[in-house]
Structures are given as C-alpha cells and as structure tokens.
C-alpha cells in the first residue's frame, strides 16, 4: 500500500488510536512510544542539566499535522503549541495544497552569520581592506574552531566587511564571518569561531573588538516554500472558488501594505513555524528574530509571504524566511520529545527540516487567510471551544461531540448550558 500522510478522519480517533497510527508511520520502538504517551518524557533530571535552577517540567500539547506532500514526499508534522485550530487549521490547508500537486521547498546551505563589532580605528576603510586582504587567512582560522564540522563538508565560507561611519561611539567595522552548519544550528559553532579570531582581527585592524556573536538576521541560511492551489479545490458553502481567491489576495495585500496587519499575519505563519520548531527541540526564540527582522530587511515591516493568482486562477502563495535550525546537537538530540518528533518527521538532513517547515508557515498561513477573508474564523475557534466547555461540564467520550455539536448549533457555548445538555442526554 503506498504510504501516505493523507489521514481521513485522523481527527475523530481516539488519542491512543492517533499514537499508534503515528507508531505505525514512523515505526516507532515501544520506548519512544512511551515518550509519546506522557510517560518516558523530558525527566526532571534531563531539564536541570539543560537550564539552571529548574525546579519541574512544563508540558504542552503535542499534535500531528496531517496531509502534508512537500517535494514529493509525505510528512506527519508533530506540532508543539497550546492554541486551538493550529494543527486542524495545517492540517486542512495541507489538504487543499495537495490539490495542485504539494509544497514545492527548496533552501539554502546552511550558512550562518557571526559578527565581530571593531571600535577605536583611525581609518575604518583601510582596516576594511586589511581585514579583505586577510580573508583566507581568517577562514583557516575559523576552521580550525571546529574540525569536525569540516570533516562534514561544514565550515567557514566567507568573510564580509562592512564599514558603519556613522555612530555614537565614532566610525565601527563589522566583520561577518560566514559559516556552513551542515546538520547542526550552529550558534556554539560559529559564536566559538568568531570569539576565535578576534584577537587576528584586533591585530590586523589595530583596533578593539567588542561584540563577537551570531546574528539571528540568517539571511544566509533561507528556505523557501511554494503552493499552487486549484481555485475549485477553494470552493465551500456559499463561496465559489474564484471569489475565495480574489478574497484571500485582498486580504494579503493589506499585510503586504500595512505593518499592522503585517503582525498578524506573519504572526500566523509563526504559528505553524514555532510549534514545529518547539517539537523538534530547536530555538523558537531565534526563529522569531530571524523572521521579523527578515520582513522589515527593506526598511518597512510587511507580509512574509505573498499570494496571487496565476493564469489558470489558481492561488499561488509563497513563503520566504531564514531558518536557523538543526537536527544534531542543543535540545534536538537532548529532549527525549524532541527526538520522536524528528524521528516521526524522518527528515534527513537541516535543509530538509527547515523546508519542511516553511511549508508548514505557508499552510497555516492559508489556513488563517482564507478563513478569516470568508466565514471568519470564530465559527472554527468556536466549534473547538465548545468541546472544550464540553469536556468542562463532564462529558466524555461521543458525549464531548454531541454536546458541542448541540451547543453550536444553538450559538450558546456556556458552561451551564453544556451542563443541562448533558444532564438530559444521560437521562434519554
Ligand atoms: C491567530 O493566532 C492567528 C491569526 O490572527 C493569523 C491572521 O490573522 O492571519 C488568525
């Protein structure tokens, strides 16, 4: 049988039928399982070599994403977050992408930046020079830092210098070392290179370092993600397919114009984008940097992503944003979580994680836009929150769906009203 990501009615099996359809996806070993289901997880032993004065564990909801198709191949997306309508709001658009063939992703190698700040010079231009003309030699030393990511085909690629004249604190050279990462995010590594050649730096520049550290800007490190999306496979309810995407363009261009819908928007991407790089043990923190700052890289904040119609009428999106993360090393390989969800998104190397990704930003994107440019998207949030109330007031099992259902369709998702439901339908 041929092996596919596209689950029906994933959504209405049980939480240990989902487990072991995941199991089965990524064939999992009875251990991993047991990370899975709440009992082998992060120990309190395991988070006090991670951080300091830890005194627990904190928990969140882990879910899988189904129907994604990127580059040919099908993923389950495990998905950290604590939000309603994330994983269905994913799972949904991943559908309706897989209508006009899938994600197309592609990245670049996996470059990072570190910065050497250089302060106290009397001519910045000349020691630009010098530091250009020294440029191989700075390399080897880069290299030098970390063997074994050389031995992995990694390591320091370029060497760029950038002159700031103007500054409070008098005219500044900025030195970015560029580094490949190969599987591995990278911050150790090239904060470690760039602490390494600062005194070559002072040397050659005659003058005095100060910041040597990485930058979450990766504008280095992209990846990218394209959907082509048929209009018919838009169509629902009242709306045909044509009005959903000239709906969903118009809603775009307003992030595209305006900062302020801008941050909802991307805010949105970033919702897919965090849950996946929380799952996977990776910086969620430096992800974010590096996204906003990407969509302000011209100066005026606006859209990651961009929407328009091609000359057949389907939607065409795309997503663009550096993603700095790994798959060897920091939490990924620490977190016991961290590792299941690789291991069930089974990707080989960080450029495929990171493509995965971006295609998981671009259909939650969808997800929120075209809801929000047709029905809105209480309707959904509600459905999800009546089961919430549902389960509050006691209900279980087929109870939950049937008293949330009732609950909808009156438009009175009260925890009191719930009660009542339930109480007559235990007495039917
Ligand atoms: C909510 O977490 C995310 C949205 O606000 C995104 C958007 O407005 O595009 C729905």
Redesign the pocket.
Known sequence: MKRTSRLRGFYKLSVEERVDVVVRWAELTAEEKAVLVGQEGLSTSQADHMIENVVGVHGLPLGIAANFLINGRDYLIPMAIE?PSVVAGASFAARLVRAGGGFIATSTPPEMIAQIQVLDLIDPWAARFDLLAAKSRLLELANQTDPLIVSLGGGARDLEVRVIEHSPVGPMVVVHLIFDCRDAMGANTVNTAAEALAPTVEEITGGRVVLRILSNLADRRLARAKAVIPAEALAFGEFAGETVVERIIEAYALAAADPYRAA??N??IM?GIDAVVIACGNDWRAIEAGAHSYAARSGRYTSLSTWAKDAEGNLVGTLELPLAVGIVGGASRVHPTARVALKILGVRTANELAEVIVSVGLAQ?LA??RA?ATEG?QRGHMELHARQVAIAAGAEGEMIERVAAQLVAERRIRLDRAQEILSGMCTE
């Open positions: 939000e909802t928007h805010k949105g919702n994107n929120a836009i929000l998207i």
